[in-house]
């Protein structure tokens, strides 16, 4: 328990820290306000007009370019971006759900095709699993009017063989083709280099 005495001395040195605070607060707001700011001359700037070219140059024309193939091969890129994630990984826990994944995805002979695999398929008894990122996707070659395609994704895979902690990196290519059905690119191919 604290004596009467501490308790008064604390309560002086609380008043004395809130006078001095009092007092520096004052001389702050106080003693500032005489001083006055240099005005500094600014001399006028002429004004440059700018020279727009009535035709576009090349370089503008190539950026419009690289728009427009940015913007049609949006739908490949994107497709493509999805199938490869999907389809290029695996867990032999998962028994091929990978590939069930992407059937909607597949043209209709490609499809078939996963669908023999998923039916045929083993699975190894022994751990393994494989996850995959997109580090970048080429669209190498598109044509709109016969609805073909061609991509290159470049991937990088996570393998682990026996043990989820066994990872080995790897970076792969895979290039995939493309045909139009109906309204929707749908994958025809898919070729790990």
Same mark, same amino acid.
């Given at each position: 328990?604290?004596?009467? =005495?501490?308790?008064?001395?604390?309560?002086?040195?609380?008043?004395?820290?809130?006078?001095?605070?009092?007092?520096?607060?004052?001389?702050?707001?106080?003693?500032? %306000?005489?001083?006055?700011?240099?005005?500094?001359?600014?001399?006028?700037?002429?004004?440059?007009?700018?020279?727009?070219?009535? =035709?576009? #140059?090349?370089?503008?024309?190539?950026?419009?370019?690289? =728009? $427009? &193939?940015?913007?049609? *091969?949006?739908? @490949?890129?994107?497709?493509?971006?999805?199938?490869?994630?999907?389809?290029?990984?695996?867990? +032999? $826990?998962? +028994?091929?759900? +990978?590939?069930?994944?992407?059937?909607?995805?597949?043209?209709? *002979?490609?499809? *078939? $095709?996963?669908?023999? @695999?998923?039916? #045929?398929?083993?699975?190894?008894?022994?751990?393994? %699993?494989?996850? &995959? *990122?997109?580090?970048?996707?080429?669209?190498?070659?598109?044509?709109?009017?016969?609805?073909?395609?061609?991509?290159?994704?470049? &991937?990088? =895979?996570?393998?682990?063989? %026996?043990?989820?902690? +066994?990872?080995?990196?790897?970076?792969?290519?895979?290039?995939?083709?493309?045909?139009? $059905?109906?309204?929707?690119?749908?994958?025809?191919?898919? &070729?790990?280099?």
């Amino acid at each position: 328990m604290m004596t009467r =005495r501490k308790r008064l001395t604390i309560i002086a040195l609380i008043l004395l820290i809130l006078f001095l605070l009092l007092i520096w607060l004052m001389w702050v707001v106080f003693s500032g %306000g005489d001083e006055v700011a240099p005005v500094e001359e600014v001399a006028p700037v002429e004004e440059v007009q700018e020279v727009i070219p009535t =035709r576009p #140059t090349i370089s503008e024309q190539e950026l419009e370019e690289e =728009r $427009e &193939t940015r913007t049609t *091969s949006a739908g @490949v890129v994107s497709l493509s971006k999805t199938f490869v994630t999907r389809y290029g990984s695996y867990s +032999n $826990e998962a +028994n091929f759900a +990978n590939l069930e994944d992407v059937l909607p995805l597949a043209s209709i *002979s490609f499809a *078939s $095709e996963l669908r023999t @695999v998923i039916d #045929t398929g083993v699975v190894p008894e022994e751990y393994y %699993g494989v996850s &995959t *990122s997109i580090v970048t996707v080429t669209v190498d070659e598109k044509d709109e009017t016969v609805g073909t395609a061609q991509v290159t994704v470049t &991937t990088q =895979r996570e393998e682990a063989i %026996g043990s989820t902690q +066994n990872v080995a990196v790897k970076y792969q290519d895979i290039i995939l083709t493309f045909v139009k $059905e109906g309204d929707a690119w749908k994958v025809d191919s898919a &070729t790990w280099q």
